[in-house]
């Protein structure tokens, strides 16, 4: 079965540059969240997506944007980056217009901001 | 706001046996999802387990089950037959309705090691 996919894998930035990460959803799948995961750390969420428009919002900085696009990849923005930035970034996809309540998970992406 | 508490950062087992990882969560709602999430090495995030509070019957996944007491907030993840394979840091996750936003809440993780 198709899975969400991420891209890039791996990232290396230095500070004060900017980063984009990609996500594609699992086909039919019209919800992606993005989510942050710091070392040693539970994921935290960031921002989500339905159907193109922003539905929900957390711990994500002003430095850092978001969208969906029509074929519902998303991609996240990050500008001005900071050592603390260095995390792996998940992005999950769900079905909410199939009441599929459960996200499914990318591989990550690994961001290393030097 | 919702919180969940995974109270053990480490569990060990022995092939073949038995363990219990220990999840808590606090919220107001009355309906929500919770899930078990498995994060191998690889740090692939994997769906172990699912329910649904309105399901009074606790879920069941092959070697996975769940012991789900919506009044004292609990939800108990229990690997029978443990593998080499099981170990990994699993998750505890909480879930709202979409109404509620829609994200996942995690605990802070439990690092299961299987000693063969």
């Known amino acids: 079965a198709a899975g969400v996919i991420q891209s890039p894998r791996h990232l290396i930035k230095e500070k004060r540059e900017t980063a984009t990460l990609k996500c594609y959803p699992i086909?039919?799948?019209?919800?992606v969240y993005w989510y942050q995961q710091g070392p040693g750390q539970d994921p935290q969420f960031l921002i989500s997506?339905?159907?193109?428009?922003?539905?929900d919002k957390g711990s994500i900085p002003d430095r850092f944007s978001a969208q969906q696009f029509s074929d519902y990849h998303s991609e996240l923005n990050m500008s001005s980056l900071e050592l603390g930035d260095s995390a792996l970034y998940f992005c999950?996809?769900?079905?909410?217009?199939?009441?599929?309540?459960?996200?499914?998970f990318g591989p990550g992406t690994r961001l290393l901001v030097l | 706001a919702q919180t969940v508490t995974q109270s053990q950062p480490e569990m060990s087992v022995q092939e073949a046996e038995t363990v219990t990882l220990s999840c808590t969560y606090d919220?107001?709602?009355?309906?929500?999802?919770l899930f078990w999430y498995k994060q191998p090495p690889s740090r692939q995030m994997i769906l172990v387990i699912r329910?649904?509070?309105?399901?009074?019957q606790n879920a069941t996944e092959n070697r996975f089950s769940v012991n789900f007491q919506k009044a004292a907030k609990s939800f108990s993840l229990k690997i029978s037959d443990s593998q080499l394979g099981d170990a990994a840091m699993y998750f505890c996750?909480?879930?709202?309705?979409?109404?509620?936003?829609?994200?996942?809440?995690f605990g802070q993780g439990t690092e299961l090691s299987v000693k063969p």
């Open positions: 919220t107001s709602e009355s309906d929500y999802y």
């Open positions: 329910q649904e509070a309105y399901k009074q």
């Open positions: 999950a996809s769900s079905n909410l217009a199939g009441l599929q309540e459960t996200q499914y």
């Open positions: 996750a909480y879930r709202g309705t979409y109404n509620q936003g829609g994200k996942l809440i």
């Open positions: 086909p039919r799948h019209d919800t």
């Open positions: 997506f339905y159907e193109k428009m922003q539905s």
